[in-house]
């Protein structure tokens, strides 16, 4: 399944064609993993390996979102700034802008974390389809 530096790898990979960097700030807490710099773009990876058994159970992640990240994000949005999280659980993607990130990651079920989602895609190469296309309209 792999972590979520692999995660942000492969992100990186993907976004390559828009000059995305993996950001690796000891000093910026709570700072997101990519920035796509031609968009001013942020993204926090998360990830999980699967959902839970029951549908009403909220998806809990390896590594939930720290406070730091949810202020980082709530900031970023409050001052005209865009950022977003990349969940990836099991072989499925899930896009939030931050705000909302912070709000129902890791408090929400399945079918929850879909719709509230701004981009839903099931595996890489609809992801790798529908990512760009999708933060070069915003």
């Known amino acids: 399944m792999g972590s ?3 995660l942000r790898k492969k992100l990186v990979q993907v976004l390559r064609t ?3 960097e993996a950001v690796e700030n000891r000093c910026g807490v709570g700072m997101p993993d990519v920035c796509v710099i031609t968009l001013g773009v942020w993204i926090e990876c998360k990830k999980t390996a699967a959902f839970p058994k029951k549908p009403e159970s909220p998806v809990t992640l390896t590594h939930e979102l720290l406070p730091s990240q949810k202020v980082w994000l709530r900031r970023c949005a409050r001052r005209g700034g865009t950022a977003y999280t990349l969940t990836q659980v099991a072989n499925e993607f899930f896009l939030h802008d931050g705000p909302t990130a912070c709000e129902v990651l890791g408090e929400v079920d399945r079918a929850t974390l ?3 989602t701004v981009l839903h895609c099931v ?9 760009i296309p999708y933060l070069t309209s915003k």
Do not use: D, I
Request: aromatic share 6%.
């Open 123 to 131: 595996g890489w190469a609809s992801l790798e389809r529908e990512l």
């Open 4 to 6: 979520e530096s692999t």
């Open 18 to 20: 828009l000059n995305a």
């Open 114 to 116: 879909t719709s509230t």
